[in-house]
């Protein structure tokens, strides 16, 4: 067989492995969402060998979706680690024979303590099955292996139903992204969902401000200044009145000098868009981007007062990853 029909076949299987899974998805699973749902304690996944890694990834995968649940290394279990284990939680053993010996030396332990056990199994009759609440049944009549030695039809088995368990429980629980975000800060839906204008806004001696009895000159010079390409203007109240950026100034300059000495409200754009503080930094970059008759690239921030707190620029959202 040659390279690329091995590797056709071998994803020929595994789907078909996968495909299989459908119909016995029964009460018995229905059941093991219902008493995920009621748990008090925690799932703690564990396995062995290939196993243990696909426990791995679906203890990470409940833990991100709202489901709290961590991984037990069978082994380091008898070794001290089943004391993270308590009568509250329930414990995923996975493991395609259903006899692997460290699987089985633990399972006294968690009777004794009072976890419930759910097999992930692909034996109906064995050790690890009859000693369960629940059977998860991800058999495989043979594995994608040529030699029918290396797991991988039950390996991808049991992470597909990890996986089902997982958006089950989910959907059941009105998981939503901003939940999912707050589980991932670090990655770019995290800094999306999470960040918030004040993250990112100019503010204090950063906010470039210029009052209304100032002229356009002086309103370039805070421009140039603070680094923004525009400035807010306030009256004397602090209350935004309009903004001017740096376009304005230079369309000015194709009809003469002359206004650089006139007033700051000569030039500006009265009622610019604003945003407040607490709107995510998402929000400012759609309205950034949305705005007509063409985008924009900075915002005032204003509070109830609609005082120019802050000021937004394109730029300090696309460093923060949003997008």
Not at 153 to 175: E, H, K, P, Y
Not at 194 to 223: R, S, W
Not at 263 to 275: E, F, G, K, S, W
């Amino acid at each position: 067989m040659d390279i690329i029909e091995q590797a056709r076949q071998t994803l020929k299987i595994e789907a078909e492995v996968i495909e299989s899974l459908i119909p016995r998805l029964d009460d018995r699973f229905i059941s093991l969402v219902e008493m995920i749902l009621a748990c008090n304690g925690r799932v703690v996944v564990t396995g062995m060998g290939k196993s243990g890694h696909i426990g791995k990834k679906i203890a990470a995968t409940l833990a991100s979706t709202g489901t709290p649940s961590f991984f037990l290394h069978p082994a380091e279990g008898i070794h001290g680690d089943l004391g993270m284990v308590t009568s509250h939680d329930i414990v995923i053993a996975i493991s395609n024979s259903g006899e692997t010996h460290e699987l089985l030396s633990i399972l006294p332990a968690l009777k004794r303590i009072g976890a419930r056990i759910i097999a992930m199994c692909g034996r109906e009759e064995s050790t690890l099955t009859r000693n369960a609440d629940i059977l998860l049944d991800v058999s495989v009549t043979h594995e994608a292996c040529p030699l029918g030695l290396a797991p991988t039809s039950s390996t991808t088995a049991a992470l597909a139903m990890g996986d089902a368990l997982a958006m089950a429980l989910l959907s059941v629980r009105n998981f939503r992204p901003e939940d999912f975000a707050l589980f991932h800060p670090g990655g770019a839906l995290g800094r999306k969902l999470l960040l918030t204008v004040e993250n990112v806004m100019h503010q204090g001696e950063d906010n470039p401000t210029v009052t209304l009895d100032k002229t356009v000159e002086e309103a370039l010079f805070i421009i140039t200044a603070k680094g923004l390409g525009a400035t807010t203007v306030v009256d004397s109240q602090g209350r935004l009145v309009g903004l001017i950026t740096d376009g304005d100034i230079r369309r000015g300059l194709e009809k003469g000098h002359d206004f650089l000495d006139k007033p700051v409200d000569t030039l500006m754009t009265r009622t610019p868009r604003t945003i407040t503080k607490d709107k995510l930094a998402a929000e400012a970059l759609r309205m950034m981007e949305t705005n007509k008759p063409r985008p924009i690239t900075v915002l005032p921030v204003v509070n109830k007062e609609c005082q120019a707190i802050g000021m937004i620029h394109l730029t300090d959202l696309l460093r923060q990853g949003v997008v």
